[in-house]
């Protein structure tokens, strides 16, 4: 579920709660590339002791978030719950997934909704094109940001110190033979997203893929990025321009609208 590897309790003040900490960085030590652990592999992920990665590991068995069959222990479905209670305090992704499927059915292009957290991007909406063979993500899924176009334009909304700080802390593993990975070539990335209004993606998140995004603005605040991906063997990179981004800017400047009659009308704001 995480991107990153290490201990993510250790920044926990002395004022909370380690246990809750300790629990979380479990849970997010799993992923595509660790489906399943052993005790030692998940003290070694987190950076817990193997007594300490024990416990955690049996709290959240008998709460029913991990299961275990023999030595290796894996994520149950229930894991699920925690994040759709995020997705349905969201009124953003419901108001967008609607606004999402009739733009897949204009372009016949798969869209997608993400939100920036931390170097990484998270997928709050999505509507597959429904001629793809394989989806290689879900709501839900987490990419690192500099990897693709909607990652490139939340990066890009970020005041220079903010983004500073996501480029120190980045560890570009490439995804692709695409995939920007030196931190200049990161940085200027994010500049021509800031100064043209939308990224490109060409194949640096999947070989065969490319894709376009662009932001969506609240109030003056970028708050997610709308994106649409297509097959390289159909959409070349000028056609991503002519063709698929003019329907973007449209889709992202009706959700802007929704969510500002939403707020006036006395909702909450989406974050």
Not at 4 to 19: I, K, L, N, T
Not at 137 to 147: E, F, L
Request: hydrophobic share 45%; charged share 20%.
């Amino acid at each position: 579920m995480s991107t990153g590897s290490g201990p993510r309790y250790g920044a926990v003040a002395r004022d909370e709660v380690q246990s809750i900490a300790k629990g979380l960085a479990v849970i997010e030590a799993f992923g595509p590339a660790r489906p399943a652990m052993t005790l030692s592999e998940v003290a070694r992920q987190t950076g817990m002791s193997p007594g300490s990665a024990q416990r955690v590991l049996r709290t959240l068995v008998s709460l029913g978030y991990v299961g275990v069959e023999g030595t290796r222990f894996s994520l149950r479905p229930r894991t699920l719950q925690l994040g759709y209670a995020y997705l349905s305090s969201l009124p953003l992704a419901a108001i967008t997934q609607p606004l999402l499927s009739a733009l897949m059915a204009q372009t016949e292009e798969t869209c997608s909704l993400a939100v920036l957290d931390g170097d990484a991007v998270v997928y709050v909406a999505r509507a597959p094109a429904r001629r793809l063979v394989r989806d290689y993500m879900s709501v839900g899924t987490r990419m690192p940001a500099h990897a693709t176009s909607v990652g490139k334009v939340l990066l890009a909304a970020l005041p220079e110190a903010a983004l500073e700080a996501v480029l120190d802390g980045l560890s570009p593993d490439p995804l692709t033979l695409n995939t920007l990975t030196g931190r200049e070539a990161i940085r200027d990335a994010v500049a021509r997203a800031r100064r043209d209004g939308f990224a490109v993606n060409d194949q640096e998140t999947i070989m065969g893929l490319r894709s376009i995004a662009v932001p969506v603005v609240a109030e003056g605040k970028v708050v997610a990025a709308l994106g649409l991906s297509a097959e390289v063997t159909r959409v070349t990179l000028a056609a991503l321009q002519e063709r698929l981004l003019p329907p973007l800017l449209q889709t992202a400047g009706v959700v802007a609208a929704a969510l500002l009659t939403r707020e006036q009308s006395g909702f909450a704001p989406w974050s």
